[in-house]
């Protein structure tokens, strides 16, 4: 890592390959989502996406003023020298996204029911936060065609 680039953020969609990426780095890795599960970082479980509503706020200060690699579809939440996006072929992420998550040496058993396998962060308007609206389904509409009058 260079002198100007002290603070790395990784993120990208669940299922892309930030841990296994920044696993294979010398130094220092923030697994943010590890930290908001084990920290208790997060504010609301929401069950609808079967995951926790990280508390971004509570990240922030517990991260303090860091330095190193944060890994997390949510590291591009946080100030950060550089921001590293990763991404896969739609079909690739589908097929990772359908297979149950491997345990590893920092999780050795499965996070709490309702805990889901990614926490997310939902804005609820606090200190200036950007809004992010849940999408809802629109009902679908019969579009009738026009009559052309002759």
């Known amino acids: 890592m260079s002198d100007d ?3 790395v953020a990784v993120t990208g969609t669940p299922g892309t390959g930030k841990t296994s990426a920044t696993t294979l780095l010398d130094g220092p890795v923030v697994h943010l989502n590890d930290l ?3 920290a208790g970082l997060w504010s609301d479980r ?3 996406r079967d995951s926790l509503v990280a508390d971004l706020d509570a990240v922030r200060e517990a991260l303090g003023d860091w330095t190193g690699v944060v890994e997390s579809h949510l590291a591009h939440h946080l100030d950060a020298d550089r921001v590293v996006v990763l991404r896969c072929h739609p079909d ?3 097929d990772r996204l359908r297979e149950p998550l491997p345990f590893t ?3 050795e058993s499965p996070p709490p029911r309702g805990g ?3 926490p997310h962060y939902r804005s609820r308007g606090r200190r200036g936060s950007p809004q992010y609206p849940r999408p809802t389904a629109a009902a ?5 065609p026009s009559r ?3």
């Open 5 to 7: 680039a002290e603070r």
């Open 36 to 38: 908001i599960r084990e």
């Open 46 to 48: 929401d069950e609808d």
């Open 92 to 94: 690739t992420l589908a």
């Open 105 to 107: 040496r920092r999780r």
């Open 116 to 118: 889901g396998r990614y």
């Open 140 to 144: 679908p509409r019969r579009i009738r």
């Open 148 to 150: 052309s009058r002759s």
